[in-house]
């Protein structure tokens, strides 16, 4: 009978050991600390979404401000880079010939015509140029460099004699309508 006690009381010993341990298992399992692996699982997990997201929403940081300070920013340029009259191109252009020291051959002016922006006509303009290479490039030069908004769109060679040359030049511009 001792050894029946006995070993009565040593399997009361392994169950209450098991069940101090079934009882640290679910302790750890369903502690804070468990949970804050999975949580940092999951950081991990989301945090290149989270990048992705803030980094596509910066722009529209001070969306209104900027939007302020873009306009200002199209009226000054509308000012003071883009003439309210065509006289007013005609004569830059003639201002930078003479400076250069280049000869008009032809010049023929487009009709204003609608660009998507409200308020701006663009114009074409068709010159012939002669003179000297060098001085067709100062030309050229300045006309890109102006105040006045030009944007040379094509450049031929029409004829070369010596150090004369003859360049057909397709100019663009723009004119701002007259506020009403």
Not at 111 to 133: A, F, H, M, W
Request: charged share 25%; aromatic share 6%.
């Amino acid at each position: 009978m001792a050894n029946v006690r006995q070993l009565r009381r040593n399997f009361t010993i392994v169950i209450a050991v098991l069940l101090l341990i079934d009882v640290a298992a679910a302790a750890i399992y369903l502690s804070p600390l468990a949970a804050r692996g999975k949580r940092q699982d999951e950081f991990e997990r989301l945090r290149p979404q989270y990048i992705q997201k803030r980094n596509a929403a910066l722009p529209l940081h001070n969306i209104d401000q900027k939007l302020v300070e873009a306009r200002d920013q199209i009226a000054g340029f509308n000012k003071e880079r883009l003439p309210a009259r065509d006289s007013a191109v005609a004569e830059e252009i003639g201002r930078l010939a003479q400076a250069s020291g280049v000869r008009f051959g032809n010049v023929r002016y487009g009709r204003p015509g609608e660009t998507p922006l409200p308020g701006v006509n663009k114009v074409e303009i068709s010159v012939s140029l002669v003179g000297d290479y060098l001085k067709i490039v100062k030309f050229i030069n300045q006309l890109e460099r102006d105040k006045m908004f030009f944007i040379v769109d094509s450049v031929n060679l029409a004829e070369q004699q010596g150090g004369t040359v003859r360049l057909e030049l397709k100019i663009e511009t723009y004119l701002r309508q007259a506020q009403s």
